[in-house]
């Protein structure tokens, strides 16, 4: 997955922005004001920080080296992937449960605002 994609598809959810609230080179992907990926889309390796739900982030780790704990967020919570060593659709997948588990935490009326399918 290329940066270009890896925008691109945090970007096709539901009220999902990009902002820059650290450096001009680090892109925060956010629904509803609260972040769910994070990255420096310009580094190499391509790496982004995503939430995860704390028992799969532990299990993620064991399986994988590419999946660390989440770099300057909170471990038990942020999991950072390395995107170029793992399988396009299962960092899709990643970045999907990110997404879901901050729209999980909202409050109802935006949850069923941001409703997909």
């Known amino acids: 997955m290329t940066p270009d994609q890896l925008r691109a598809f945090c970007l096709d959810f539901n009220d999902a922005t990009e902002e820059f609230p650290f450096t001009p080179e680090t892109s925060v992907f956010k629904v509803a004001g609260k972040m769910f990926a994070l990255a420096a889309l310009d580094s190499e390796p391509l790496r982004v920080n995503l939430k995860c739900d704390p028992d799969d982030a532990v299990r993620l780790r064991e399986e994988h080296p590419a999946i660390a704990p989440g770099y300057h967020m909170n471990k038990r919570h942020w999991n950072t992937v ?15 449960d990110s997404y879901d588990l901050v729209v999980a935490g909202l409050p109802k009326a935006v949850r069923l605002r941001l409703d997909r399918p």
């Open 82 to 96: 390395t995107v170029d060593e793992l399988p396009d659709r299962m960092v899709r997948e990643l970045v999907e």
